[in-house]
């Protein structure tokens, strides 16, 4: 009997220190999740750096840019000319998969804005990546999108160093495919006139990056402004007449 008390006695005292040992592996796996998933909030590293954009608006660098008529641009002034903000997607015209979902989607939007009279709060920007896409393929992309220049432009980046920079702060990953095409991620980017990408939303959220651009554009200061002279320039004209 006493052997028998003394060796389960032994048992426990040596099973003791695998099961502290257990239990503090389990807290450090636990720590080191809720620190990865910014304390249980995402499961991915594309969900984290889509939290941190919007919890803190990051700059999207500067590019030269040309538009479906040729004329040369630049991303920075493209933004912030009239205040509007701007939702943002990247595309090449020959694709006939994801992006002519994201420009079915623009059409809609495009839409909306008119006749919703909203088009001085917001603006479409379509930039290809594809270095083959110039002014000829734009206009024709455009075109066939029915875009309204004033309110939705076709875009493509002059050179590939830019071009590069400016997908990898969007978080844009361009793989080439057989015959000339591309794999490519897609989301709708809102980005303010000063050039704050400030919010990512998937491609399939469209209803959502609307919403969530209209309400930003009734914060942002520059668009409040611009607002504000068009309702006194409205008033003066309605005294004159």
């Known amino acids: 009997m006493d052997t028998a008390a003394g060796s389960s006695s032994g048992s426990a005292r040596n099973a003791a220190p695998t099961m502290l040992a257990l239990a503090l592996l389990f807290v450090l796996g636990v720590a ?7 304390k249980f909030r995402v499961v991915s590293t594309e969900e984290a750096r889509r939290l941190d954009i919007a919890e803190h608006p990051r700059k999207v660098p500067d590019a030269a840019l040309s538009d479906a008529g040729g004329r040369k641009l630049d991303l920075y002034r493209t933004l912030g000319q009239d205040g509007r903000v701007s939702i943002v997607t990247f595309i090449y015209t020959r694709c006939n998969v994801v992006c002519s979902v994201l420009g ?18 917001l603006r479409l920007l379509s930039i290809s990546f594809d270095a083959t896409d110039g002014p000829a393929q734009l206009s024709s992309y455009a075109i066939r999108m029915k875009a309204d ?3 939705w432009q076709m875009l493509s980046v002059d050179t590939a160093a830019q071009r590069s920079s400016l997908l990898n702060s969007f978080g844009i990953v361009v793989v080439p495919a057989p015959l000339g095409e591309f794999q490519h991620n897609a989301a709708f980017h809102v980005v303010t006139p000063d050039g704050r990408l400030s919010r990512i939303f998937d491609y399939d959220q469209p209803e959502a990056a609307l919403a969530y651009a209209l309400s930003l554009s009734s914060r942002h200061p520059q668009i409040a402004q611009k607002n504000g002279e068009d309702s006194q320039a409205e008033a003066r004209t309605g005294a004159a007449l």
């Open 32 to 38: 080191a999740i809720y620190h990865g998933t910014d």
């Open 104 to 121: 079915n989607e623009f059409q809609q939007m495009q839409q909306t804005l008119q006749q919703r009279g909203l088009q001085h709060q």
């Open 149 to 151: 220049p004033q309110d």
